[in-house]
C-alpha cells in the first residue's frame, strides 16, 4: 500500500540522537516535506542547513493548540527521549487522537503516529513492578491507542528497537566498563540472558522503509534489531576485537534488586533491573529488517567501525 503523497507532510518531534538520525533517511523519500518540531531553535542552527522546515514546539505546551498543528501533518514521529513524564507521553497520544478527529471533521486522512516507543517490549515489562512509570505510561499509551485510534481517525505504528547500540557501550551503563587497560563484561540476570540493540542509523532506515509503505505496519508493533546478543557472546567478541583481557561479572537479578533498594533514587540501578528481565530481547527472525532482508550493523560491525572504543 503507497502510504506517502505528493504532498505528505511528516513532523518529527525531537532532534536528539534519534530525531537526527532520522533526517536523512526520511529525507530521502520521494514527494515528502519534514518539519522538525524543536523547542529551542537557537539550539539547532546546525540543522538549518538541511531541507526541513523548523517548528518551535513544546509538546507540554497547551494542548488546543498543539491538537490543532497536529493536525495539520499526515504523519507524526515523536523522538522526545527518555527526558519524559509519564504525564507528557499521555498527552502527546491523547492530543494525537483529538488532532486526528479534527481532520476528520475536515474530510480528511487518518493521521499516521509513531509514539516514542523506541526501545523495548513495554506489554511485557509494564511498569517494571512499579519501578518504571515511564515505561507503564508507554505500555498505557499502546492500549489507548489500541482501543481508540481507530474511532479517532488515527494510524498508529510502534517501532521495537531494542536499546540504542551506542548505550549498550556507554560507560554508566555497566556493561563494558572500560577503566584503562582493563575491561569487564557484566551480565545483567545471567550470561544466557540477551539485549536487543539497534544503531540508530538503522533505525532510521527501517522507519524509511516502513514510512515508504514496504512493511505492512497498519496499527501494529513492529520489530527491529541489529543483534539480539547474549551477554555471553557480547563478552567473547569485545575480548576477541580488543585483544585485552576481559573480566567478567554477572549481575544476578537478587544483586541488582538490592542495588535499587539500597539507592531507590538511582534512576540506571533501576534501568538495569529492568534489563535483567524479560521483554527486552527478541529473535532476529520476527523482525522487520529479517523480513525486508535488510542486514543491520550488528554489535560485531560496530565495534569494528569503532576501533578506539573498546
Ligand atoms: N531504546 C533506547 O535505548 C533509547 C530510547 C530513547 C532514548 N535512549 C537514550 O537516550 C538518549 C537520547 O536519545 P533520544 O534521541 O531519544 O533523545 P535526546 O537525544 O534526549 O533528544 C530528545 C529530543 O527531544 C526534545 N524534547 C524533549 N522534550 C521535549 C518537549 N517537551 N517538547 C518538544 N521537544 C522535546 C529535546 O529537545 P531539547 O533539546 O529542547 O531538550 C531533544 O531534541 C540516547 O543517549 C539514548 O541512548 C535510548
Avoid at 159 to 170: A, K, N, Q, R
Avoid at 192 to 216: E, F, K, P, S
Avoid at 277 to 283: E, I
Amino acid at each position: 500500500m503507497a502510504w506517502i503523497t505528493p504532498s505528505t507532510q511528516i513532523l518529527v518531534i525531537g532532534a536528539g540522537e534519534l530525531g537526527t538520525a532520522f533526517l536523512p533517511h526520511l529525507s530521502a523519500l520521494p514527494d515528502i516535506h519534514i518539519t522538525l518540531g524543536i523547542r529551542t531553535i537557537s539550539k539547532y542552527t546546525k540543522l538549518a542547513s538541511l531541507n526541513v522546515s523548523l517548528l518551535v514546539l513544546d509538546i507540554s505546551g497547551p494542548s488546543d493548540q498543539l491538537a490543532k498543528t497536529f493536525a495539520t501533518y499526515d504523519i507524526v514521529i515523536s523522538c522526545t527521549g527518555f527526558g519524559q513524564s509519564p504525564e507528557t507521553v499521555h498527552k502527546l497520544a491523547n492530543e494525537i487522537l483529538e488532532a486526528g478527529k479534527l481532520r476528520e471533521a475536515e474530510g480528511r486522512p487518518p493521521l499516521w503516529f509513531f509514539p516514542w516507543q523506541w526501545g523495548a517490549d513495554y506489554d511485557v515489562i509494564g511498569d517494571g513492578e512499579g519501578l518504571m512509570p515511564l515505561f507503564g505510561a508507554q505500555k498505557e499509551v499502546r492500549d489507548m491507542l489500541r482501543e481508540k485510534a481507530a474511532n479517532s481517525n488515527v494510524i498508529w505504528t510502534i517501532v521495537s528497537t531494542g536499546i540504542f547500540m551506542s548505550f549498550l557501550f556507554e560507560q554508566f551503563w555497566g556493561v563494558v566498563d572500560r577503566e584503562g587497560n582493563n575491561i569487564i563484561v557484566r551480565a545483567f540476570r545471567d550470561w544466557n540472558h540477551q539485549v536487543t540493540v539497534t544503531d540508530v542509523d538503522d533505525i532510521g532506515r527501517i522507519l524509511g522503509r516502513i514510512v515508504a509503505g514496504h512493511v505492512d505496519s497498519r496499527n501494529r508493533i513492529l520489530y527491529v534489531a541489529g543483534d539480539t546478543v547474549s551477554y555471553s557472546r557480547l563478552a567473547d567478541v569485545v575480548e576477541r576485537l580488543s585483544g585485552k583481557g576481559v573480566k567478567r561479572e554477572q549481575w544476578t537479578i537478587p544483586y541488582l534488586k538490592k542495588e535499587v533498594d539500597n539507592d531507590p533514587d538511582n534512576i540506571i540501578k533501576k534501568y538495569r533491573l529492568v534489563f535483567a528481565r524479560d521483554g527486552v530481547f527478541w529473535d532476529k527472525e520476527q523482525t522487520v529488517n529479517y523480513k525486508l532482508n535488510v542486514e543491520l550493523v550488528d554489535v560485531e560491525t560496530y565495534l569494528k567501525r569503532r576501533p578506539g572504543l573498546i
